[in-house]
């Protein structure tokens, strides 16, 4: 009896021996929740880790699908795309995210950052400018969904750069031909500017170029009145003082 007892501890000490010497199994750690991989997203982007932070935001898009994590998830990773300057990749993202998610919180903000991202992709002024024609319309039927929107202020800022780039070329043109003494021909794209983009700052020699236009044309009251405007000014003292001198000239007539 004693010695069937040694001979079953015997077996029990091998076997717990034999559990002992067996690796641990590895536990394969919970999956995150959205929430828990958002929050991780949001803290990378917020340190402009932009590559690791779209990794997370697309793995919750695709993982989540329909939940309001992936709907912000959306929203960032086109944010993302727009803060590291990649705005025709953040023009697409945007675009996606309005159309698909037409109730996300994000909604203004990624209207507002769709037409940015439109202009800012767009050529340069001596290009085809069509683009930039569509950030225009972008920003302005913003303005009328989000009258008090906080973006108010930017946008106008950002509408008169576009008018600018628009303007560009026929400012050019009307440089050329006033230079060449081509005077009439200055004339017409100087005021189709004026009628095009009423509201935008011209620069004080385009100003005096255009009351010589005038002046040149025949057109003296126009001069005058622009001419007085100019000499008011004290932006450029050369520039003030020739319109001064015309305009006392044309007063002399």
């Known amino acids: 009896m004693s010695t069937k007892i040694i001979n079953l501890t015997s077996i029990i000490v091998s076997v717990l021996l034999i559990f002992a010497a067996c690796p641990k199994r590895t536990q394969t750690p919970p999956a995150p929740t959205a929430g828990m991989a958002l929050e991780q997203a949001l803290k990378l982007k917020a340190q402009r880790q932009f590559s690791q932070a779209e990794e997370i935001f697309t793995f919750i898009i695709f993982?989540?699908?329909?939940?309001?994590?992936?709907?912000?998830?959306?929203?960032?990773?086109?944010?993302?795309?727009?803060l590291s300057r990649n705005y025709q990749q953040a023009q697409s993202e945007f675009e996606f995210y309005i159309n698909n998610f037409p109730h996300g919180k994000y909604q203004e903000e990624a209207s507002f950052k769709l037409a940015l991202s439109t202009f800012y992709a767009a050529p340069g002024p001596n290009q085809d400018q069509s683009q930039t024609i569509r950030a225009k319309e972008q920003l302005l039927d913003f303005l009328e969904r989000y009258p008090e929107s906080k973006f108010r202020t930017e946008i106008q800022q950002t509408l008169a750069q576009i008018d600018e780039r628009l303007a560009h070329n026929d400012f050019q043109a009307a440089r050329l031909y006033f230079k060449s003494g081509e005077y009439k021909s200055a004339l017409v794209y100087y005021e189709y500017i004026q009628q095009s983009w009423p509201d935008l700052n011209w620069s004080l020699i385009d100003r005096y170029r255009l009351a010589l236009c005038y002046f040149y044309t025949g057109q003296l009251e126009k001069a005058k009145q622009l001419l007085q405007e100019i000499a008011t000014s004290s932006a450029s003292p050369k520039i003030t003082h020739s319109a001064q001198k015309l305009l006392n000239r044309l007063n002399n007539l």
């Open 63 to 82: 993982n989540y699908p329909g939940s309001s994590e992936a709907s912000d998830a959306q929203f960032h990773l086109a944010d993302c795309y727009f």
